[in-house]
């Protein structure tokens, strides 16, 4: 059977600081769509990156006495590992100064030429070298010096240089037209409803190319121009699956699943990138999705404020997936969400230690202890109890978990896993294997099998939240790598082969650790 495609991306990260943990949680984010997908039997290609062309980056290295190249390599290279630190599954993980990337991007610029699309003028006008971006004076606020700000409250200063220009006024009908025919494009809806009023209110000429330093991707025929950063960085989608050219490989993943972004920049996704591929006649990506900001405590993330938290000693000080578990259950994707140490240690002691955690090793180490490692094979005759827990809790936590990954309601769905999790804990309570040994062993087997497989399931089911502490929950269980997909568990086959193997259970080693915080926080 063929798998059906699936291509999810970041956005490519601007790499003219380390990245923080804002970085790593989109980067987790979409890693947990990704491995969801794939488990679901998708062919998935997953994309991320960094951006690191414009003015910003040449200032930086300029400030530094390095080349450009030299700083997108060492700053990108940070990047990279925060991705594998975090287990991040890309497939690929793209740098901007790549030269098929700068083919990709020439060839997109003559398809906006080709269309009529470009025209050489003369641009004044308000730009954020920390957005790289544009900005009529419209949208400007002021700051509390009474200095123009833009609308993410940076500085702007007035820029007057030879430009070219796409003709972004020209898609503004267009535009309005596929959001209402796909109301899904933007998600959620308090971006897509920021977006429609931007659009509505008319809009001008892109300004898509600069003069006044040479660090991007060359204009074709244009001597001095380098392209617009932006114009250059969205392409990076593209490149990514073969572009340009009709590629299998285009073919097969083009248009885009997902563009997974923070909601600062949905506008460069929302309005401009469709527009650009609108005039280039390529189809444009079925979703963008803008979550929302990481608060420290409530507060925005500040270097002045000294809030800014490294995800890699995050990782170190409280394990790779309790990490990953806490951004992705303690945030409503889709909204801003807060987290502070404290909040990391509660939660997941409370639902990774103290609830799936402790169900596994105590559950396990009977087994090892009482049952000399062995499960007992199908045959006993199932209770109205241990039918509720399978088929009534369990099972329907599965389809629930898959509903709500499906819509990327992530927390929704580790709520629906955790509801299965403390029912597998009350049947045990409520079973109490421990009497049982003494007064009724087969009913002992019994209950344990039921709790084998209610586990198994439930550790295949939050693989793409829990990827490394699940492999090595499954491992010690002998669940074979084949049946941990999806489809195994709705066939509900592999206990039944294991227990009929000759496959016996080790003592159990725990997979969650309690986590404590440093002296100096729990004083």
Request: with cysteine; proline share 5%.
């Amino acid at each position: 059977m063929t798998q059906q495609p699936f291509y999810i991306t970041t956005a490519i990260s601007y790499p003219n600081g380390r990245p923080h943990i804002g970085h790593a949680y989109e980067a987790i984010a979409t890693d947990a769509i990704a491995r969801f997908q794939r488990l679901m039997g998708r062919d998935v290609f997953f994309m991320t990156g960094t951006d690191v062309h414009g003015l910003k980056m040449a200032q930086t290295a300029r400030d530094r006495d390095i080349e450009p190249g030299a700083l997108a390599d060492e700053m990108s290279a940070y990047f990279k590992e925060m991705d594998d630190v975090l287990n991040v599954s890309y497939d690929r993980f793209i740098q901007t100064s790549e030269p098929d990337h700068h083919a990709a991007s020439q060839a997109i610029w003559k398809a906006l030429e080709a269309n009529g699309d470009l025209y050489l003028d003369r641009y004044e006008g308000w730009y954020s070298v920390r957005d790289e971006a544009f900005y009529d004076e419209k949208e400007l606020v002021e700051g509390e010096g009474g200095e123009k700000l833009s609308p993410q409250g940076t500085p702007v200063t007035w820029t007057a240089e030879e430009s070219w220009f796409f003709r972004l006024s020209k898609y503004q009908e267009p535009l309005l037209k596929h959001y209402a025919a796909n109301p899904d494009f933007i998600r959620p809806e308090s971006r897509r409803n920021e977006v429609l009023r931007f659009v509505e209110g008319g809009l001008s000429d892109l300004s898509v190319s600069r003069t006044s330093f040479d660090w991007g991707v060359k204009v074709p025929d244009s001597e001095g121009h380098v392209m617009y950063v932006w114009l250059d960085a969205l392409t990076n989608y593209l490149t990514g699956v073969g572009y340009p050219g009709d590629t299998a490989e285009f073919r097969k993943y083009w248009p885009a699943d997902y563009h997974i972004i923070g909601k600062d920049i949905v506008r460069f996704h929302a309005v401009y990138w469709p527009a650009f591929l609108m005039s280039a006649n390529i189809a444009l990506p079925k979703q963008v999705f803008g979550h929302g900001f990481l608060l420290n405590r409530g507060e925005k993330m500040s270097k002045s404020l000294g809030n800014v938290v490294d995800p890699i000693a995050y990782a170190e000080r409280f394990g790779v997936d309790q990490l990953r578990y806490f951004l992705l259950s303690e945030v409503t994707f889709g909204n801003d969400g807060s987290y502070s140490e404290e909040a990391i240690v509660t939660r997941c002691n409370a639902d990774l230690a103290n609830s799936f955690g402790n169900l596994a090793q105590r559950t396990l180490s009977f087994i090892a202890k009482n049952c000399e490692g062995r499960l007992v094979a199908e045959g006993f005759e199932p209770t109205e109890d241990d039918v509720k827990l399978l088929n009534g809790v369990v099972d329907a936590c599965s389809v629930q978990f898959e509903r709500h990954m499906g819509q990327l309601e992530i927390s929704a769905a580790i709520e629906s896993w955790m509801r299965a999790v403390f029912a597998c804990n009350q049947y045990i309570d409520a079973q109490a294997p421990w009497t049982l040994r003494k007064t009724d062993p087969a009913r002992m087997a019994a209950v344990l099998a039921v709790l084998y497989e209610a586990i198994g399931n439930l550790a295949i089911a939050i693989q793409p939240i829990l990827p490394a502490a699940t492999a090595r929950l499954l491992d010690q269980m002998g669940v074979p790598e084949a049946a941990r997909t999806y489809e195994a568990v709705r066939k509900r086959e592999w206990y039944g082969a294991l227990a009929a193997s000759d496959f016996t259970l080790a003592p159990p080693s725990p997979i969650f650790p309690r986590l404590e915080l440093p002296a100096e926080e729990s004083a």
